[in-house]
């Protein structure tokens, strides 16, 4: 189970920091990843990390001001977003993906879903 925390209304250029946090699943075995779909758009990529931590990967417009980072001694990844713009507006979602697959952007590859946390970023 992944249970996704964090999310609120923020102004734009604003902070807000996610949490997902696992449980009945061996945490350290997963990449872990950040996804979002807005109303009326298909789920997107935002970030993900491998199992160890040793490598994260990025959508493109979320670069330099989204930060994906992990704590496996907590069972918890953290998604930290900073600079925020409103089209960051969406519904975000924790997802795992075992380790023996790649930490991939495809949302059909992952393995477990959180219930999502909404964020709003107003201009």
């Known amino acids: 189970q992944l249970q996704a925390s964090g999310g609120g209304l923020v102004q734009a250029g604003g902070s807000l920091r996610l949490s997902c946090a696992a449980s009945?699943?061996?945490?350290?075995?997963?990449?872990m990843g950040w996804f979002r779909q807005a109303p009326g758009k298909e789920r997107e990529f935002v970030a993900s990390i491998t199992w160890k931590g040793g490598s994260t990967f990025y959508l493109d417009s979320v670069k330099g001001r989204f930060t994906i980072s992990r704590d496996n001694a907590k069972n918890t990844v953290y998604l930290q977003m900073n600079s925020l713009k409103p089209e960051d507006t969406a519904v975000y979602y924790c997802?795992?993906?075992?380790?023996?697959?790649?930490?991939?952007?495809?949302?059909?590859?992952?393995?477990?879903w959180g219930q999502g946390t909404q964020v709003t970023v107003s201009s």
């Open positions: 009945g699943l061996t945490f350290k075995s997963y990449h």
């Open positions: 997802a795992a993906v075992y380790r023996m697959k790649p930490a991939t952007s495809q949302p059909r590859e992952y393995d477990y």
